[in-house]
């Protein structure tokens, strides 16, 4: 009888229908949250700002399923504040009126009010700026949570007053934590073997949230033996994989593509390139950058990789996807295997630096245009030597502004084709020595 009245009213209690499994596995307090250690340990900064009893505004970044609000919420039971929570996709100008109205009357009370923002990155500038006055006065300590870089998304001014705490995708050992607990909750295993088991966890991709989801639909099954690898992927879908062709995430993958191609590594390059295919990446931006990688990273230590790089992205337009891409990942290959060098890169930028400090220097008369009589009578052109009536086809004359001394802009390493061109250089630099001694 005591399930189904209250014993001090008499009163039937409300039926309460079924909870999903990630509501009856919400921590209790911040030791049972799985993972994120290295912020909620001793010597992380919530475990520190815990143990000095002076918890700050907060920034909590990190991806989709990895406890921003669960952390939220119990930081607040564990200070003693009001927890509120609201979404910035749902809230607008009169519910923050209405929600900094009701924090000001609970200080008056004596009570604090955490204000958890869900999705914090949502709010314009004017809104962001919005709660700049209840942080400094401390009617609310504000804990934003954002999938987004903050340092893109967030004000300036917002960020001074907040501290960033950065939560990290789940480990594989986390996710098979979380799957224990589940079993705990259940009361059974999951019907799985070992290699199903494994493919479950990694089917989640470092998300807590859709990992319990995934058990949920699992543990409904009704099964007279546990199902292996194959038969899984049969009955469930893979999640999609996080990638933001506009976001940090496409900044990021294409860096490790980058990377892994000036590093040599033609393994990781190809991983990171079929990742951001995956993720829906357009093929025209990757072979623009895979050019660029060409240019920037090889350079003429291989001057074929670029033409490569461009009959790779000529031979996509052409087939489109998929089979072009074929052409791109070749290209990435021989990019990750060619020499490298960023001589003339380096020397390029070089060159636009003295360019800038000496931008209002004119030519050497000797080597300006002649096309009139007035400017041969001032001297241009005169005492020009044409290199090719010079010995050896080569003046050595200076070609720099007078008063601008001779740079060395260009200093080719020994890799690849440029091992030819270094020759070629020291051969002339001896050339001009000789030429200037004569």
């Known amino acids: 009888m005591s399930d189904l009245f209250d014993m001090n009213t008499g009163a039937a209690k409300p039926a ?8 009856r596995l919400r921590p209790r307090s911040l030791s049972e949250v799985i993972g994120q250690s290295h912020v909620l340990g001793p010597d992380g900064p919530l475990g520190a700002m815990l143990a000095a009893r002076s918890l700050s505004s907060l920034v909590l970044w990190g991806p989709p399923g990895v406890g921003k609000t669960t952390i939220a919420r119990l930081l607040a039971a564990q ?7 609201i979404s910035a996709i749902f809230t607008g100008v009169p519910d923050l009126r209405k929600v900094f109205d ?10 604090g009010t955490l204000l958890f923002v869900d999705e914090i990155h949502r709010f314009n500038k004017a809104q962001q700026d919005g709660f700049l006055p209840y942080m400094e006065d401390g009617t609310i300590l504000l804990v934003g949570a954002t999938t987004e870089n903050p340092s893109f998304e967030l004000n300036a001014a917002l960020l001074s007053r907040a501290q960033v705490i950065v939560l990290e995708r789940l480990t594989l050992t986390d996710l098979e934590r979380l799957v224990q607990r589940a ?36 543990a409904a099954w009704r099964l007279d033996k546990p199902l292996g690898h194959a038969a899984l992927a049969t009955r469930l879908m893979r999640r999609a994989s996080k990638y933001d ?27 990171w390139f079929a990742r951001m295919l995956e993720g829906g990446e357009d093929p025209r931006f990757l072979a623009r950058r895979i050019t660029r990688m060409a240019v920037e990273d090889i350079g003429l230590a291989d001057p074929q990789a670029q033409q490569i790089c461009l009959e790779g992205w000529q031979t996509f337009e052409r087939l ?11 290209a990435v290959v021989y990019l ?10 380096t020397a390029f930028k070089a060159a636009r630096a003295l360019a800038r400090e000496t931008g209002s220097q004119p030519p050497p008369l000797h080597i300006r245009p002649a096309p009139t009589k007035l400017m041969k009578e001032i001297g241009y052109g005169s005492g020009y030597a044409y290199d090719h009536d010079a010995e050896d086809g080569f003046s050595g004359q200076n070609y720099f502004p007078e008063g601008v001394k001779r740079p060395v802009l260009y200093t080719p ?8 061109l270094r020759k070629r250089i020291d051969y002339f630099a001896k050339l001009r020595a000789k030429r200037q001694l004569d």
């Open 79 to 85: 200070t003693d504040l009001a927890f509120v929570q």
């Open 102 to 111: 009701s924090a000001k009357i609970r200080r008056q009370n004596g009570q």
């Open 16 to 23: 309460e229908g079924p909870r999903p499994l990630a509501d």
């Open 336 to 345: 990750a295997l060619a020499p490298k060098s960023n001589g003339v890169y």
């Open 183 to 218: 079993e705990k909750e259940l009361a059974r295993a999951l019907p799985l073997d070992g290699e199903a088991r494994e493919a479950l966890i990694e089917m989640a991709d470092g998300d807590g949230r859709a990992l319990l989801n995934l058990i949920e639909q699992v």
């Open 245 to 271: 062709k506009s976001g940090e995430e496409h900044y990021n993958l294409i860096s490790a593509l980058h990377k892994s191609v000036r590093g040599s590594d033609p393994d990781a390059a190809l991983y």
């Open 320 to 330: 489109g996807s998929p089979e072009g891409e074929l052409a791109l990942a070749q």
């Open 413 to 420: 390493p020994e890799r690849g084709f440029e091992r030819e």
